[in-house]
């Protein structure tokens, strides 16, 4: 049995929220709380009070987890959903930064979305996929980087939840046959998002994908990461060169922008001006000029970059290095005396080295040009509440390099991890840092293993082998980001 709220405006106006019920009504108070609004509370529970003062920062958390939890049990079952009418209340204005946790706007297809968007961050989502399918409208949550199904609903209601989506998201709802891509700006009781909306059309109708954008992870530093102190030590010491390229290389999804923020955010410190050209723009950051690219209007990464070198930064970020244009702006932009931050699409961080020179970069200009490069991947972290021990067996022991029978740990599911075994995810990170020696061999045209062998002393399967080890993870996940083909006892 659930705890009972309070009404949402009426917590959040008097700076009050019921944590329990019971023998007593456990009540958090804000700083400057109304004690006024005590006296009704007594009232409405029907039992004594016992007051828990709360800092401002602890009680808004406490506050998002208390109704934020409600999610899809209060707002989404699909019998309340009216199929009748209603198709006026999805065309209302939404505000600049509506706040989901507000009951006033109840429609039913509204609640649903709002139930679902705060369900999802409740969840520690990052994506929300709504795809319209013949016998059913199928919502799921991709958790951890996994999808996972939440809700089949009536196939009826498919374009009506799309146009409330694009309303909010500022779209427009009678263009259905081209993909649109727009933002809404939310906030959950006490915590800002950005949600990514990306609509396209499919035989069913149209799908749509949001990418909710925490915007305290634009926060995060270095150390936040869970770099191993090697990899740690090499960004830190590359992001305080004058000049050069720093990369950061692995697939979609693998935390690439959030890696490129901590770093900088160590330089963002008003001595410097730091540039930005991202498609798009995930998190605002105060101090940071940053632009998006319009390729409908001709603003790509190439153009971007070029306009921003004639703005006198000292930094410059590129969201990715897709072309040999942009590559070879970004290899001048260093010479000239800015520091570049960028990312490449590539398995490992030799292979960006290879990628660059296949774009037509000159091999001595890399060499003088690339001082670190960074190849990660997200791994699932094992639930530490429901972990179990067991021995090896000759297969997994021979992938991780152990004796049979060592003790390896393996997902079981609980409450804590919504049944699923792992909970949250970690980093695995290799360093290719550019030494005299590599400086050599770049120039040399040397070939991605004899770069791999001279500059990497750890790598990505070696490091997600030692997670293993610690029980951090398991053979599975270590094998899902590194292949089947690598060598026994490297994953």
Known sequence: MTTPMLAYGFAKRNGVVLLSLGERAVIGVREGYDPMALVEIRRAVGAPLAIEPMTAPVFDRKFSEVYAGAGLATASSADSLDLEGGLGLLLEDMPAAADLLDPQDDAPVIRLINGLIAEAVRLGASDIHIEPFEKALIVRLRIDGVLTEVLSLSPRIAAMLVSRVKVMAKLDIAEKRVPQDGRISLALGGKSLDVRVSTLPARMGERVVMRILDKDQ?????SDLGMSPDVLSALETAVREPHGIILVTGPTGSGKTTTLYAALAVLNDNSRNILTIEDPVEYAV??????????????????????????DPDVVMVGEIRDSETAQIAVQASLTGHLVLSTVHTNDAAGAVVRLRDMGVEPFLLASTLRLVIAQRLVRRLCEHCRTPEPADAATAALVGLPEGEILYRPVGCAHCGHTGYQGRIGVYEALRVDDHLRRLIGGNASEQEITEAGLDRRLGQEARNYVLAGLTTVEEALRITGQGARDGDL
């Open 218 to 222: 634009a926060g995060l530093r270095l």
């Open 286 to 311: 105060h101090g940071i000029g940053q632009t998006q690219v319009n390729t409908k209007v001709g603003m790509t990464f190439a153009a971007g970059l070029r306009a921003i070198l004639r703005q």
